[in-house]
C-alpha cells in the first residue's frame, strides 16, 4: 500500500518564503525600546506558528480554539493599560498637569516584520506602551508619582508585555506538541485498524493542554 509522504512543517525558523510586510515603528522611551526588542520577534514567531505551522500539523479547529486564547490575551492587555491611561489623567486632572512638553533624548525608529495579524496588534500594543510610559514620566518628572511608585509601575507593566511574549511562546510549543501526539495516535489507528474512523473526542485538543 503507497504511504502518504509526510507535509512539510513550516515554521518560523525556517529560511523559507513566506509574505510578510515591514512597518516603522517610532518609539520615544526606553522602556518601549526594550519590549521592542526582547519581545516582538519572539511574539511574532509564536503567533506565526500558532497561525500557520498548527494548521499544518493539527486542524483549522484545533487552531482558531488556540487563537481565541491568544485574542483574549491580547484584548486585556489593551483593556488593562487603557484603564491605566485612563487612571493617571484623572490624577494629571487634578494636580493640573497636561500632557505635553516632554521630550525624549535618543527616540528611535525600528523596523517590525509583520508575519500575521496579530503581530500587528502586539505592536499595538507596544505604542501603547510608549504612550503610557510618556504619562508616567510627565507624572514622575512634575512631582505627582513619587520615585518608588514611578520605577514599580514602569517595571510591572513591561514585565507583563514580554510575558505575554513568553507566555505564546510556550502557547505554540504546547499546542504544537499536542497537534503532533493527535496526528501520531491517528496515523496509528488507522494503520491498526484501517475500517475504524477515529472521532475527535478521541484526540487531546491543542488548546486543552494550554494551562497558563
Known amino acids: 500500500m ?4 509526510p507535509a512539510f512543517i513550516p515554521s518560523a525558523s525556517h529560511d523559507i518564503s ?20 526582547r519581545g516582538f520577534e519572539l511574539c511574532a514567531n509564536a503567533i506565526f506558528s500558532l497561525s ?17 486564547i491568544v485574542d483574549d ?10 484603564s491605566e491611561v485612563a487612571r493617571l489623567e484623572k490624577l494629571a486632572d487634578a494636580h493640573g498637569i497636561e500632557f505635553a512638553g516632554v521630550t525624549y533624548s535618543n527616540p528611535k525608529e ?17 505604542r501603547e506602551f510608549d504612550g503610557l510610559v510618556g504619562k ?16 514599580s509601575s514602569l517595571y510591572e507593566w513591561k514585565r507583563r508585555l514580554l510575558r505575554i511574549a513568553g507566555g505564546f ?13 493527535n496526528a501520531t ?11 475504524i474512523a477515529v472521532t475527535p473526542t478521541e484526540t487531546e485538543s491543542p488548546a486543552s493542554v494550554l494551562a497558563v
Open 2 to 5: 503507497a504511504t502518504r509522504p
Open 18 to 37: 513566506r509574505p510578510y510586510f515591514t512597518q516603522k515603528v517610532r518609539l520615544h522611551s526606553l522602556h518601549a525600546q526594550q519590549v521592542f526588542d
Open 52 to 68: 500557520v505551522v498548527l494548521r499544518v500539523i493539527g486542524t483549522d479547529e484545533q487552531a482558531r480554539e488556540v487563537e481565541t
Open 73 to 82: 490575551r491580547l484584548d486585556k492587555m489593551f483593556e488593562d493599560m487603557r
Open 110 to 126: 525600528l523596523e517590525a516584520r509583520i508575519t500575521s495579524p496579530r503581530a500587528v496588534r502586539y505592536i499595538g500594543l507596544i
Open 136 to 151: 508616567f514620566d510627565t507624572l514622575w518628572l512634575s512631582g505627582s508619582i513619587p520615585d518608588g511608585n514611578y520605577s
Open 169 to 181: 511562546r510556550g502557547l505554540a510549543s504546547r499546542a504544537s506538541i499536542a497537534a503532533r501526539k
Open 185 to 195: 495516535r491517528v496515523a496509528e489507528t488507522d494503520s491498526a485498524f484501517p475500517a
